[in-house]
Nanobody, 113 residues
Framework: QLQLVESGGGLVQPGGSLRLICAAS????????IAWFRQAPGTERDFVAS????????TYADSAKGRFTNSRDAAENTIYLRMTNLKPEDTAVYYC??????WGQGTQVTVSS
């Protein structure tokens, strides 16, 4: 079964940038949608961004528009989330998700001075 592994999280100061990586170990099909979610302590897991594998169509949550960029490398079966102008409220565990039910283990992003 396909597995997802996230990396690239860390501690960054407000206004800084990070690039998260989601590497898929198996086959991603044309109609698959790969999404980024995040979950802060005590809150629900929220949608951040997504990309449709077939046509590279991207969508973003309002909180991500203008600051985050979602991209894919089809040859490497890898999805990236470039995050800029990070704010303390972006602090969360970030997960990638394939389709309805395949999740990665998450990567921690902490924005703090």
């Amino acid at each position: 079964q396909l597995q997802l592994v996230e990396s690239g999280g860390g501690l960054v100061q407000p206004g800084g940038s990070l690039r998260l990586i989601c590497a898929a170990s198996g086959t991603i099909y044309a109609n698959d949608v790969i999404a980024w979610f995040r979950q802060a302590p005590g809150t629900e897991r929220d949608f951040v961004a997504s990309v449709t594998w077939r046509n590279n169509k991207k969508t973003y949550a309002d909180s991500a528009k203008g600051r985050f960029t979602n991209s894919r490398d089809a040859a490497e079966n890898t999805i990236y989330l470039r995050m800029t102008n990070l704010k303390p409220e972006d602090t969360a565990v970030y997960y990638c998700k394939l389709g309805y039910s395949i999740w990665g283990q998450g990567t921690q992003v902490t924005v703090s001075s």
